[in-house]
């Protein structure tokens, strides 16, 4: 295995940090923690986004070191969050415009409504990436189920996965049809940190899947271990860095995505300039307009 560019020393030693976690818990009164959280945040100078609901936490946040290691101290001193995984990279200071800490109904969204379920009684099993790892080597027949969004899919994959056209998280109940022909083999659900995995191995589970793990710590966790190994390309975030790279110095570093006017690699993301669209798509930088602005192909829209 590769050494990391960065590692747990070097991420302790650089200026700024993000915080990347979540948990499937009872929080009995949202809205009340919800303050007290953006409190706690405003008082150590963390930006970020946070989501609180009955179901549980999850958050992305950043802030000068330090201040991100307490924040982690105060979350593992609360019994909810104890043995919460708490995933930490380097941060540049600018990730995130804001502190958003808001109460909703679910801390991610599948819109279920009567087919609703708690992740904390029915998900699937944990799977560590060493565990994954070790699957991959060894030719163990399972099947890597990607269950994030198209746009990140793009530019980021397991080698051999399996991709249900998902446009966004909300979508899995309507391509569960694609997964049918999985429901007796072994499934491992993927995704950026394991907010999501988790709660769509729930969903298998609860829909006739027989044998269902999910990545403990999702891709990030794996990234982290094994660098640029059966996981090629990038993996996107959802702040200001939009994608993170993982460095090996054995196995170096692939760019997979594809340039959506000329299909050259790239992993560089633009928002579409014309007003009628704002499409997130992959642009290389000599596709952009004479003006440095993005736009896709559909016809230009400006105010």
């Not at 980021?156 to 399996?162: I, K, V, W």
Request: aromatic share 10%; charged share 30%; with cysteine.
């Amino acid at each position: 295995m590769g050494k990391l560019k960065f590692s747990g020393i070097m991420r302790l030693m650089s200026e700024f940090q993000v915080l990347l976690y979540y948990k499937y818990v009872t929080v009995e009164n949202p809205e009340y923690f919800r303050d007290e959280h953006r409190v706690l945040c405003e008082k150590l100078n963390l930006k970020g986004r946070i989501i609180v609901a009955q179901e549980g936490l999850n958050g992305t946040v950043e802030g000068r070191t330090e201040d991100t290691e307490e924040y982690a101290r105060i979350l593992k001193n609360d019994p909810r969050f104890a043995d919460m995984d708490i995933k930490r990279s380097v941060g540049t200071g600018a990730a995130f415009p804001r502190l958003s800490v808001k109460a909703r109904s679910e801390i991610v969204s599948m819109h279920l409504g009567e087919q609703d379920f708690s992740p904390t009684r029915v998900t699937g099993k944990y799977l560590k990436a060493e565990e994954l790892h070790e699957w991959i080597l060894s030719g163990k027949e399972f099947y890597i189920v990607d269950m994030r969004n198209d746009y990140e899919y793009k530019v980021g994959r397991f080698e051999g996965s399996l991709f249900p056209n998902l446009e966004n998280f909300r979508d899995v109940p309507k391509v569960l049809p694609e997964l049918e022909s999985l429901k007796n083999k072994t499934v491992v659900t993927v995704c950026t940190g394991g907010v999501r995995c988790e709660k769509a191995s729930g969903f298998l589970v609860q829909n006739g899947f027989n044998d269902v793990y999910q990545l403990y710590g999702g891709i990030v966790t794996y990234m982290e271990k094994y660098p640029n190994e059966h996981f090629k390309g990038s993996l996107y975030v959802f702040d200001k860095r939009i994608v993170m790279k993982f460095e090996s110095d054995t196995v170096p570093h692939e760019i997979i995505g594809r340039c959506q006017k000329c299909d050259v690699p790239t992993d560089h993301y633009v928002n579409c300039q014309n007003l009628a669209c704002h499409m997130h798509f992959l642009c290389c930088e000599k596709c952009l307009a004479e003006d440095g602005k993005a736009y896709c192909e559909k016809e230009v829209v400006t105010a």
